[in-house]
C-alpha cells in the first residue's frame, strides 16, 4: 500500500482556462480502474472553457463559492458539500464566484480504449456570459 508523495500543483494552460486555475492530481486509476480524481483550485473569477467529458463528471466543492451552467441552462452558484454531476457529453463550465476563491474535487474516468478524448474543450467562457446571471 504505497504512499505517494505529493507531485507538484499545475498551472491550468490558458487555452482551456480563463483566469488563474490549479491542479493537484489525487488518482489515476490502473486498468481496469479507469478514475481519475484531481483537485481543482480556481482564484475569483477564474474558471474553465466551456468543454464536455466523455464519461461524465462529478464535482465535490469544499471550498469557497462558484458558479456552474450547462449549454442552454442559467447560471447556478455551487457551495462547500454541493455534489454536481455533469453528464456525459453535456457542455458546461466551472468555477468560481467573481469575489471568491472556490476549490473542488473532479472525479472523471477515462474512455473505455481510448477511444476518443475524455474531454472535449471549447470556446473560453466570455465575461458577458460569465456577468450573465
Ligand atoms: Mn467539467
Redesign the pocket.
Known sequence: MPIQPKQPTAKGPAEWFTGDVYLDGIARGEEPSRVRVSTVRFTPSAR?AW?S?AVG?T?YVTEGRGLVQSRGGGIEEIRPGDVIY?PADEW???GAAPDHFMTHL?ITEAVPGDERPE?VWGEHVTDEEYHAR
Open positions: 474553465t468543454h467529458h463528471q464535482l455533469a458546461h463550465w466551472h473532479s474531454v
